[in-house]
């Protein structure tokens, strides 16, 4: 796979989550989920998004070193 796949697969990931937190917002503001689920939610997404951006930085990295 190459780099530029690689990356916009983390991108597509990180799109990804950040729709889903923004449902779960939607969710929690209508009252569909409680504002503990809600937290639970989005700090699994928040902890998901933050591993990726790092995943992504680390394919950068290792593309200026080679």
Known sequence: ???DRQR????D????MMNEAFDIVLYGKMGLISKNEA???LWELLTNINYEIR?????RIKALMN
Request: proline letters at 0%.
């Open 8 to 11: 916009q697969l983390i991108n």
């Open 13 to 16: 990931s990180i799109n990804e």
């Open 39 to 41: 937290c639970d939610a």
């Open 1 to 3: 796979m190459t780099r």
């Open 55 to 59: 995943n992504c930085n680390r394919v």
